[in-house]
């Protein structure tokens, strides 16, 4: 069974307030990591598909980094904005022609203004 | 383009009926991904589709079920249904069965088990 680490488990920060999240995983045969955000209510977003070691991705406030040899990715949020309050989650994918996801159990930040 | 479309998106079942949920994929997209989402467990991946063949399946028992039509449109069914099927089933297409595609979730279907 993989196990996908995901910390820390939630997070409360102050408007303004820059962040960061950790996700582990194993890296035996590892092709992409995918980064989700998931709000209350709605559908789980996609922000970031990864798969080189050393990458390192960009959208807007938020970014990501990939370590693929150890097998870890930081989700960095910069001047957190209440709009930002979800949950991340990390989902490593271990083989080229399939989309099964192994999910993590997810960062919840809660950004008050 | 419209996004992904489930149905329902509430349930309300008694333990041993069965259930049909169903997924309509972006236009275009021909992967469909099954995941299960409980409070203690977090999104669990079910199954795969691609082009009406099922790709890979998780470790559920036989109970669950599913297929994929020629429209890509797909269908999951839990048979003898349990308390602990009570969960939130998301469905995700993808143009391709590649690691790398990105995923599109729907709003999922809320199964709730009396």
């Known amino acids: 069974i993989l196990n996908v680490e995901q910390s820390p488990q939630s997070l409360h920060v102050q408007e303004g307030d820059s962040t960061n999240f ?84 997810g960062t919840l930040l809660a950004v008050q203004p | 383009k419209a996004g992904v479309t489930q ?32 409070p203690g467990q977090g999104l669990q991946f079910l199954f795969e589709y691609f082009s009406e063949t099922q790709r890979n399946k998780g470790n559920f028992p036989g109970r669950f079920s599913g297929r994929q039509f020629s429209n890509s449109r797909s269908e999951m069914n839990v048979s003898t249904l349990e308390l602990g099927d009570s969960a939130l089933y998301l469905c995700a297409s993808s143009p391709r069965d590649s690691s790398t595609d990105t995923q599109y979730f729907g709003p999922g279907t809320r199964l709730t088990v009396l």
């Open chain 2, 7 to 38: 149905t329902p998106r509430y349930l309300i079942k008694t333990r041993g009926q069965q259930v049909t949920l169903s997924c309509s994929p972006i236009s275009g997209h021909r992967s469909v991904s099954w995941y299960q989402q409980t």
């Open chain 1, 22 to 105: 950790t996700c582990s995983f194993p890296s035996s045969n590892f092709y992409a990591l995918h980064w989700y955000r998931w709000e209350t209510a709605k559908s789980p977003e996609a922000l970031f598909v990864m798969t080189l070691n050393g990458d390192e991705k960009k959208k807007g406030r938020i970014s990501a980094t990939l370590n693929t040899k150890e097998g870890y990715s930081y989700l960095y949020i910069k001047g957190s904005q209440p709009e930002d309050s979800a949950t991340y989650l990390c989902a490593p994918n271990y083989g080229g022609a399939t989309n099964k996801l192994i999910f993590g159990t």
